[in-house]
């Protein structure tokens, strides 16, 4: 049996996925590892990553952080989903909330119950059964016993990236100022023995994590692994980002909205409004998309405009070596449904139940690679839905979306759907049944058949379920508090209650 060797961790690159793995690391491992992060003042990260999804909760959690204090330090705002405008036709929405919607039979999904009851008269939206969805557009939200409201946030990562970095060095990690100069190979292993800094100083580790963002330094510029260009499947490459001052009480929802090349982004915090544009430059020269973005924005511009441009994909191994691609350096998923900080956690806690006893095993690093793609190319499909099912045809852009070629894994999704109501959920993937069923109904796929099981119900029955579901939802959302004042009350932050 193998002795363990302490680790020696080395974290390249602050920000939300450099800090993120090391609070993780240092809390989780302790003194059985040796971590460094190395990061640079003088680097700026990209920052815009302010909406998140449920499984951030758990994260929080199982580092032991307080809800509130999170909250506060980060100036967020719960999340209940995300509101999609314009993508179906223009001047229609849906909302993509959290949740379930109704109530699952074993056999069949609610979709089902609810379509049969549509073919006996109840023609009550599919909206109006789920919790989550009524609740954020009242602009409510408490937590409520047993989990049932489910949410995630909506915050400054740049100060979530400065509330880890307290925790993790308060649990032993040590931070290194400097700019990486060099990524050191050995001669005979090829692995990385060494980050070699401006100043000279050189840090030596076991494991190596690439948090550089973009510029992947050293699971492409110094190891070379090869990247998936996924540009054919989600032609936005381009976004700006801008902060404005808040104009109204914050919403438990976030905001999406299409135009004619690509789509926009508004994320309520307690100081202040994120803004966004994402395009496709092939459509929409950079000046245009700054002034439609500054014309349709609200409350007093505090920031610059932030420019990304971006290649939507993912390297080819996540895992190569002794070198672990964390966040941006791993690949790019555009920030429309929030997974971006969600892929960080799943790489990060992936890597702390294979972290090694002794020598890295091929074995882990296979089955690293192989989750880790699996995760990036059912959350790919799930983006590719949002632009493929479109009824728009008003632009070049919106053309070409719904002329384009899809993965034959996702035209199985839509088809099935399309053709039986179903959806199944395939290998612990994030987006389960009733996220996949409110985006296809929404922009406009409807079943043509539905589950047996559901005329198993008598008419009385079948009515007696449906409206008990409802006026439960509307129930509940009727005593719900303000999602402001809830807000204010559990964990406002000191610069909104200054504003």
């Not at 060797?5 to 920000?15: P, S």
């Not at 491992?29 to 999804?53: C, F, K, N, R």
């Not at 496709?280 to 000046?287: E, F, G, I, N, T």
């Not at 959920?425 to 058949?449: C, H, T, Y």
Request: aromatic share 10%; with cysteine; glycine share 8%.
């Amino acid at each position: 049996m193998q002795e363990y060797t302490k680790r020696r961790i080395v974290v390249a690159g602050g920000g939300t996925a450099g800090w993120m793995a090391a609070a993780a690391l240092a809390r989780t491992m302790g003194d059985a590892i040796e971590l460094t992060l190395v990061e640079s003042d003088a680097i700026g990260t990209v920052g815009v990553g302010e909406s998140t999804i449920p499984p951030l909760v758990t994260y929080n959690r199982l580092l032991g952080i307080g809800e509130a204090e999170f909250m506060s330090a980060t100036q967020a705002t719960f999340k209940l989903g995300i509101s999609f405008e314009n993508w179906k036709v223009q001047g229609e929405k849906y909302f993509h909330s959290f949740g379930v919607t109704g109530r699952d039979h074993w056999s069949a999904g609610f979709q089902h119950f609810w379509m049969h009851g549509l073919s006996k008269g109840h023609e009550w939206s599919f909206d109006d059964y789920c919790l989550e969805l009524k609740a954020a557009y009242a602009g409510k939200f408490a937590h409520l016993p047993d989990n049932r409201m489910n949410y995630a946030y909506q915050l400054d990562s740049t100060l979530y990236a400065a509330f880890l970095r307290k925790l993790a060095e308060a649990d032993g990690a040590r931070r290194v100022e400097g700019r990486i100069a060099e990524v050191r190979l050995s001669g005979d292993s090829g692995k990385i023995e060494a980050l070699v800094l401006d100043s000279g100083q050189r840090i030596e580790g076991d494991l190596f994590l690439d948090c550089t963002g973009f510029r992947a330094l050293l699971i492409e510029g110094a190891l070379h692994v090869g990247f998936d260009d996924w540009t054919h499947y989600l032609p936005c490459d381009s976004a700006i980002a801008v902060q404005t001052a808040s104009v109204r009480p914050p919403i438990p929802y976030t905001r999406a909205i299409a135009h004619d090349a690509g789509w926009q982004w508004r994320i309520p915090l307690q100081h202040r409004q994120g803004n966004g544009i994402v395009y496709c430059s092939r459509y929409l020269a950079q000046d245009a998309a700054l002034e439609r973005l500054l014309s349709t924005i609200e409350g007093e511009q505090l920031t610059k405009p932030n420019f990304i441009r971006f290649t939507t994909g993912a390297r080819r191994k996540q895992w190569h070596r002794n070198c672990i691609a964390i966040g941006l350096s791993g690949g790019f998923m555009e920030p429309l449904e929030s997974t971006s900080i969600h892929l960080i956690q799943r790489a990060i806690l992936r890597l702390i139940r294979m972290l090694p006893m002794g020598e890295v095993s091929d074995r882990d690093v296979a089955e690293f690679n192989d989750q880790q793609m699996t995760d990036m190319v059912q959350i790919r499909d799930f983006l590719v839905l949002h632009y493929k099912a479109t009824e728009r045809r008003d632009s070049p852009f919106w053309r070409q979306c719904a002329d384009m070629e899809i993965p034959d894994s996702l035209t199985q999704k839509v088809e099935l759907f399309r053709e039986t109501g179903r959806v199944f959920r395939k290998n612990d993937e994030l987006f389960a049944e009733n996220s996949w069923v409110q985006v296809m109904m929404g922009q406009g796929i409807m079943p043509q058949a539905y589950h047996p099981v559901a005329t198993k119900l008598a008419d009385d029955e079948l009515a007696h379920l449906l409206g008990g579901l409802r006026e439960s939802v509307a129930k509940t959302v009727a005593g719900l508090p303000d999602h402001h004042a809830y807000v204010a009350r559990y964990c406002s932050s000191a610069k909104a209650e200054a504003a």
